[in-house]
């Protein structure tokens, strides 16, 4: 169990199990964000990365650590992709035939879609990407029925994509910040009604949505960051060496979540 031993030795040898997905990534990614997180850096430019999508926050994160040219050459290529890409265009990669949607693909793509705007691009593809959300909780959520799916994971990667959304975008286009900030906390009122039938996947990426909203002044810190702690720690108590590389890797990321969170809280005086 990784409460029974210190947490970060347990990821760090996690890391070296050979397992790959991108969550484990990206959670590599925010550890190496953190205080302590040399390891993690050193991980990420020793791993060889599949130039997708999904990884394009990888990218992205190497490239403003390193200064190196060829990470820039990654995120510019999978901008084009966006741009030319009708199921990044028209959102058809996430909302499917008779109301279904798929919204891992939404967290792998449009917060890196995003980042690009903010950092990489002159922020015109804003409202494009605001859209696109805005047609997934139409699809998901109704103020007068709740959740309109059943499948949680789906809308915790949606709660996911939200939370770094707004993190990479430029908060002074206050309506559209606005907008994704009133989508989650929506969201996470009916998800909490639900807390019973949350998966372990699940339980770990509402506590990385609810670590980061804290940390990001969108939920109230004294109301939710213990919560969402506690939630973390449970989870980890339920994590081993076989534990599957998505699993991992969201815990990795709201592991870091938690480590800044902290830090935020303690020169508040919280």
Known sequence: MVMSMKTE???EEYLKSG?????????????????????????????????KAECGSVYSFLYQKTG?????????????????????????RYC???????????????????????KYGKK????????????VQEKIYAAAQGLLVSDLEQVSYDMMALVDVMDCMSIEI??????????????????????????????????YTMLKACRMGILLKEKYAQNAMVLLETCGGQLSEETDA???GI???????????????ESLGL
């Open 174 to 207: 206050y309506e559209q910040y606005r907008k994704l900030q009133d989508y989650y906390k929506e969201l996470l009122k009916e998800m909490q009604k639900k807390q019973e039938q949350w998966s372990l996947t699940v339980k770990i990426s509402m506590a």
């Open 19 to 51: 397992k790959r997905d991108s969550f484990l990534l990206k959670g590599a990614a925010q550890m190496a964000g953190t205080p302590e997180g040399g390891v993690y850096v050193d991980y990420l430019k020793n791993t060889e990365i599949d130039g």
């Open 251 to 265: 815990f990795f990321m709201a592991y870091a979540q938690e480590i800044l969170l902290k830090k935020q809280m």
């Open 124 to 135: 015109e593809q804003y409202n494009h990407i605001i859209g696109q959300f805005q047609k």
């Open 96 to 118: 499917k035939l008779e109301g279904t949607v798929e919204l891992e693909g939404m967290y792998q793509a449009l917060p890196f879609y995003m980042e690009c705007e903010t």
């Open 9 to 11: 030795t347990w990821m």
């Open 246 to 248: 998505k699993t991992a």
């Open 68 to 92: 190196e040219k060829k990470y820039l050459e990654a995120v510019e290529a999978l901008k084009k992709e966006f741009q030319k890409d009708p199921g990044y265009q028209n959102g058809s």
